[in-house]
């Protein structure tokens, strides 16, 4: 199972971005894809996923209304994509996977490795 977070980089505030989130040797379907984040001095945090079952979607207060998590199955790739983002949005973004419905990261059991979102003017 591997998953690699891609698409980060220095954008302004207001600005959008899109992440993706590649997977391989598991089936997209089988399995919730939960971004999370890591901005310096702070712990991981979720931002949202998108449920195996039905490709429901969660995303925690700071993100609903700006972020949208989308997946194609047929290319296992899942994005994150990202809407007028503010400086506080700076951190290193993850992608994980879990049998789970859940925003807990300690759910999840596979991650990849994260790619760096900076807003900044």
């Known amino acids: 199972v591997q998953l690699q977070a891609s698409g980060g980089g220095l954008v302004q505030p207001g600005d959008s971005l899109r992440l993706s989130c590649t997977t391989s040797?598991?089936?997209?379907?089988?399995?919730?894809i939960g971004w999370f984040r890591q901005a310096p001095g702070k712990e991981r945090e979720g931002v949202g996923y998108?449920?195996?079952?039905?490709?429901?979607?969660y995303y925690v207060p700071s993100g609903k209304g700006r972020f949208t998590i989308s997946r194609d199955s047929a290319s296992g790739t899942v994005y994150l994509q990202m809407n007028s983002l503010k400086p506080e949005d700076t951190a290193l973004y993850y992608c994980?996977?879990?049998?789970?419905?859940?925003?807990?990261?300690?759910?999840?059991?596979?991650w990849g490795q994260g790619t760096q979102v900076t807003v900044s003017s």
């Open positions: 998108i449920r195996k079952s039905d490709g429901a979607t």
């Open positions: 994980a996977a879990t049998n789970m419905a859940t925003m807990a990261k300690n759910d999840y059991h596979y």
């Open positions: 040797g598991f089936t997209l379907d089988y399995y919730a």
